[in-house]
């Protein structure tokens, strides 16, 4: 079946714009999460959804960053007034329930964000 | 805080040697931990875990144990191939708003000549 998907792959932007990330999860998946990986660092934790409703965003960096999942389904990380540090590769993940320790997370391939 | 250290890599070794890729961690609580791999041009994929002390995670040959005392959960496999070339992450799980939030390690890319 398929896999989490993310769209755009690439996305090149200037300082200053707006940009919209996409994630799609499984099918039926219930929670998701979105992480930023810098070059050369690990995932590091953003935000996580169950369902609709943001559970735990406490890793958004500041109030630039927006994360939406109007139902259920697909979300979309939102950056206003992108700045060169937000560069990075973006991953949307899903799992099946509740977000438990049993419950196996699914990454998407990322989506890269390059701002000149 | 909580952190992940991993040994930096890359880590080259010839086709059937024997892998170690250390991982250490200090945690508030008691932490689950996994380990991901991310093959090129793929997203990261669970490999294994362990979810309290001495437990071992296994899979596909790969090992890790869950040494409470030494904060460690270093990743082995005794005979490496080359299509175990990738990218592998540590990872320590502690429960936040209802949920398991991940802290990853910085990743150790493994590189297996034939």
């Known amino acids: 079946g398929a896999g989490v998907s993310q769209t755009p792959s690439n996305k090149v932007t200037e300082k200053g714009k707006y940009v919209e990330l996409r994630c799609d999860p499984i099918?039926?998946?219930?929670?998701l999460y979105w992480y930023r990986q810098s070059l050369g660092q690990g995932p590091e934790f953003l935000i996580y959804?169950?369902?609709?409703?943001?559970?735990?965003d406490s890793g958004l960096p500041n109030d630039r960053f927006f994360a939406v999942r109007p139902e259920g389904s697909v979300s979309t990380l939102k950056i206003q007034r992108t700045e060169r540090g937000d560069s990075a590769v973006y991953l949307c993940?899903?799992?099946?329930?509740?977000?438990?320790?049993?419950?196996?997370?699914?990454f998407g391939p990322g989506t890269r964000l390059t701002v000149l | 805080g909580n952190s992940v250290t991993q040994m930096e890599g890359p880590v080259t070794l010839s086709e059937e040697a024997f892998l170690t890729i250390n991982c250490t961690y200090t945690?508030?609580?008691?932490?689950?931990l996994f380990w991901y791999v991310q093959y090129p041009g793929e997203g990261l994929q669970l490999l294994l875990k362990?979810?309290?002390?001495?437990d071992k995670g296994s899979n596909k040959g790969f090992e890790a144990t869950y040494r409470k005392e030494t904060t460690s959960f270093h990743l082995e496999k005794g005979s490496v191939q080359v299509s175990d070339s990738a990218v592998y992450f540590c990872?320590?799980?502690?429960?936040?708003?209802?949920?398991?939030?991940?802290?990853f390690g910085r990743g150790t890319s493994l590189i297996v000549h034939p």
């Open positions: 993940a899903s799992s099946q329930t509740s977000g438990g320790l049993t419950d196996t997370q699914y």
């Open positions: 099918s039926g998946h219930t929670a």
């Open positions: 959804f169950q369902g609709t409703g943001a559970a735990d």
């Open positions: 945690a508030t609580g008691y932490p689950s």
């Open positions: 362990a979810t309290k002390a001495d």
């Open positions: 990872a320590l799980y502690l429960p936040s708003g209802g949920s398991y939030i991940p802290t």
